[in-house]
């Protein structure tokens, strides 16, 4: 099924909803929807529960149903503009994109372990020591936690992820 086809047949349920109203309750639902797949997710990283991977579908599924809506109070077949987008995509990103050098700042994964072996994980911290201002106790907490954001972020975009 395309999704010229599944937004027809979604709109089915949409109740003769105006264009204003399909548009409002799109854009409603479709946050209202995407929150509960944040929220799924998020128990899963950080409150240790197993990845409810039939849920996050079921309502990432419900998410498309809500896009359906908005595309049609908008006039547009989404089938299309899906076709815009990735024509884009395809004209913008270039063949040799390399992931590695954007994610690293240049540096291709090989290259930063080589460099720097006590970083097992592929993790380097880049920062400048002068900048770091400390002006009481506080201040060391929040350059504590700032570093430990940043390193979590370094390992997300590496693919590494820790609780």
């Known amino acids: ?5 599944y937004q027809r047949l979604a709109l089915r349920t949409a109740s003769g909803a105006s264009r204003d109203n399909l548009i409002l ?3 409603m639902g479709l946050c ?3 929150g509960e797949c944040i ?8 409150h240790g529960h197993e990845l409810d991977r039939d849920k996050l579908v079921d309502e990432a599924s419900d ?4 896009l359906a809506a908005i595309a049609e109070g908008l006039g547009v077949g989404f089938g ?5 987008v990735g024509r884009d995509m395809r004209n913008a990103i270039p063949t040799d994109f390399n992931i590695d050098a954007n994610i690293n700042g240049g540096y291709s994964l090989d290259s930063i372990s080589s460099k720097n072996n006590a ?3 592929g993790v380097v911290n880049h920062f400048h020591i002068a900048e770091l201002v400390v002006r009481e106790e506080a201040d060391i907490d929040k350059i504590a936690n700032a570093l430990h954001r940043k390193q979590q ?9 820790y609780p």
């Not at 929220?39 to 950080?46: R, S």
């Not at 998410?63 to 809500?66: E, F, S």
């Not at 299309?80 to 815009?84: P, S, W, Y």
């Open 1 to 5: 099924m395309d999704f010229h086809e």
């Open 25 to 27: 309750n799109g854009v």
């Open 80 to 84: 299309e503009e899906m076709n815009k």
């Open 119 to 121: 970083a097992a994980n």
């Open 39 to 46: 929220e799924i997710v998020k128990k899963h990283m950080f």
């Open 153 to 161: 972020q370094s390992r997300r975009s590496l693919g590494v992820i």
């Open 32 to 34: 209202g929807e995407s």
């Open 63 to 66: 998410c498309l149903w809500y």
